[in-house]
């Protein structure tokens, strides 16, 4: 079983759509949770850090659930440059090193 | 302020060539780390410095790679000799210590295609 898991997508949505991304993680000693977004042949660049109480940040709001082994990213009124790669990133037990998933590819359509 | 650099952007080599990858981090992060994505794979942890020391190089495939980071600034990565499944992209990336952990950012990567 991989370490973190994602939604397989891809998600094609239209302008204006509301969408949710789902990701699970394996190991219980996960300790910082974040988001990052992956444009097609670009490095993964941060969108946002997720806190235990959940956070937003203008359209898109995230989500942990640490009982079930889940974090969620929502994004609101989707824009086409919200189309790219999501990947869920997690840090395990007290180290830094990242552990990330599949990713989940978004398409805006028109 | 300068983002993380990476040189080269790409590199072609024949397999059994060595190939050195540098990465320069954003000034004033003691934090650097390597990560790879090979195609169709999630991006993989490589190793982690901490300044010019080596705290975690848990995740380095085998013996023909080497990363450096002499004087606690620029790191390099050399393969060799370099074989075909070293083909893929190598991330860089840089953290300082903030309220919510380690943000890390990237650079841009070196694409490397061993033939």
């Known amino acids: 079983r991989k370490e973190v898991e994602q939604d397989p997508g891809p998600f094609n949505v239209p302008e204006g759509a509301t969408v949710a991304f789902n990701c699970t993680y394996s190991?219980?000693?996960?300790?910082?949770f974040f988001w990052y977004r992956q444009d097609c042949r670009k490095e993964p660049k941060l969108l946002m850090s997720?806190?235990?109480s959940g956070n937003e940040d203008g359209r898109f709001t995230a989500q942990l659930n640490r009982a079930s082994q889940y974090i969620s990213l929502l994004i609101r009124d989707s824009k086409l440059s919200d189309s790219a790669t999501y990947l869920c990133?997690?840090?395990?037990?007290?180290?830094?090193?990242?552990?990330f998933g599949p990713g989940t590819r978004l398409s805006v359509l028109p | 302020e300068a983002g993380v650099t990476q040189f080269p952007s790409h590199s072609v080599i024949e397999k059994g060539q060595t190939v050195t990858l540098r990465c320069d981090p954003i000034?004033?992060?003691?934090?650097l780390y390597w990560y790879r994505r090979v195609m169709g794979k999630e991006i993989k942890f490589l190793l982690h410095?901490?300044?010019?020391?080596?705290?975690?190089e848990s995740g380095m495939p085998n013996n023909r790679f080497l990363a450096e980071r002499t004087g606690g600034t620029y790191s390099t990565l050399k393969v060799q000799p370099a074989e075909l499944e070293d083909s893929g992209v190598y991330f860089c990336?840089?953290?300082?210590?903030?309220?919510?952990?380690?943000?890390?950012?990237f650079g841009p990567g070196t694409r490397l295609t061993v033939t």
């Open positions: 990336a840089s953290s300082q210590l903030t309220d919510v952990g380690y943000e890390q950012y």
């Open positions: 190991n219980s000693a996960s300790q910082s």
């Open positions: 997720v806190y235990s």
């Open positions: 990133v997690v840090i395990i037990n007290y180290g830094q090193n990242f552990v």
């Open positions: 000034s004033g992060h003691d934090n």
């Open positions: 410095f901490v300044k010019e020391s080596k705290q975690d």
